[in-house]
């Protein structure tokens, strides 16, 4: 519960409805997008920016020209990130509040604590 409610307090003062999934996954739409939406076994492009929830920035290629590929379903990302692609269109950007074991990988970089629960801001650039 305690999660939850940090996670809220995020998004006071935002317009948008905070959506939560079954698995515990909250996110919020920033940005529409348009066309298909993306689905198990699409390959997509994305950016994103990764934190932690005071804010610190733990990766970011948001503003680069540069996305990320990722096979939806694949194991290639976190579940979070799967999970957060699923239905998306071109385009949409989200705000994920990912719970620590949403987002456990078998290893963490050095700046990663694995026991966080970390904010990813997602765009979906690309379906592939």
Same mark, same amino acid.
């Given at each position: 519960?305690?999660?939850?409610?940090?996670?809220?307090?995020?998004?006071?003062?935002?317009?948008?409805?905070? &959506?939560?999934?079954?698995?515990?996954?909250?996110?919020?739409?920033?940005?529409?997008?348009?066309?298909?939406?993306?689905?198990?076994?699409?390959?997509?492009?994305?950016?994103?920016?990764?934190?932690?929830?005071?804010?610190?920035?733990?990766?970011?290629?948001?503003?680069?020209?540069?996305?990320?590929?990722?096979?939806?379903?694949?194991?290639?990302?976190?579940?979070?990130?799967?999970?957060?692609?699923?239905?998306?269109?071109?385009?949409?950007? *989200?705000?994920?509040?990912?719970?620590?074991?949403?987002?456990? *990988?078998?290893?963490?970089?050095?700046?990663?604590?694995?026991?966080?629960?970390?904010? &990813?801001?997602?765009?979906?650039?690309?379906? &592939?």
């Amino acid at each position: 519960m305690k999660a939850i409610f940090l996670g809220f307090l995020i998004f006071v003062g935002c317009s948008s409805k905070i &959506i939560s999934t079954k698995s515990g996954l909250q996110y919020k739409i920033l940005e529409k997008g348009s066309g298909m939406k993306a689905q198990d076994g699409d390959e997509v492009l994305i950016v994103e920016t990764t934190s932690y929830r005071n804010g610190t920035v733990l990766y970011s290629n948001y503003d680069s020209n540069s996305p990320v590929q990722v096979l939806i379903g694949g194991n290639q990302a976190t579940s979070a990130v799967d999970e957060g692609l699923r239905g998306r269109q071109v385009g949409e950007v *989200r705000e994920l509040i990912a719970p620590p074991y949403l987002v456990k *990988r078998t290893s963490y970089p050095d700046n990663v604590s694995p026991d966080s629960t970390l904010v &990813i801001k997602m765009k979906l650039v690309e379906i &592939i």
